[in-house]
Nanobody, 123 residues
Framework: QVHLVESGGGLVQAGGSLRLSCAAS????????MGWFRQAPGKEREFVAA????????YYADSVKGRFSISRDNAKNTVALQMNSLKPEDTAVYYC????????????????WGQGTQVTVSS
């Protein structure tokens, strides 16, 4: 059974930075893409970033390009999201996700989700 645990959320002022981490367990994650979605109050979940096991394409939402960076440590089964120049509109619960094969942006294609970590950006 796949288990994803996020950490690193919190409260930060606009312009600040946070680093989210996600630890995956329960199986071998070779050839599994890992990524992040978020959900703000009253809004649908939206894609943030995702990357493949190795090679291939890394995806970012337009709203975070140039500010957020995704990385992973395959030996440790972890994925991180470095968030810089944070804006109040980045406030949301951030979810770690995993799916087999390449990265993508569609919510319904990720079968495994963490419990989420809250990120709040004050103005």
């Amino acid at each position: 059974q796949v288990h994803l645990v996020e950490s690193g959320g919190g409260l930060v002022q606009a312009g600040g930075s946070l680093r989210l981490s996600c630890a995956a367990s329960g199986r071998t994650f070779s050839n599994y893409a890992m990524g992040w979605f978020r959900q703000a109050p009253g809004k649908e979940r939206e894609f943030v970033a995702a990357m493949p096991w190795s090679g291939g394409r890394t995806y970012y939402a337009d709203s975070v390009k140039g500010r957020f960076s995704i990385s992973r440590d395959n030996a440790k089964n972890t994925v991180a999201l470095q968030m810089n120049s944070l804006k109040p509109e980045d406030t949301a619960v951030y979810y770690c996700v995993v799916r087999y094969m390449g990265a993508g942006t569609a919510t319904e294609t990720y079968p495994y989700w963490g419990q989420g970590t809250q990120v709040t950006v004050s103005s």
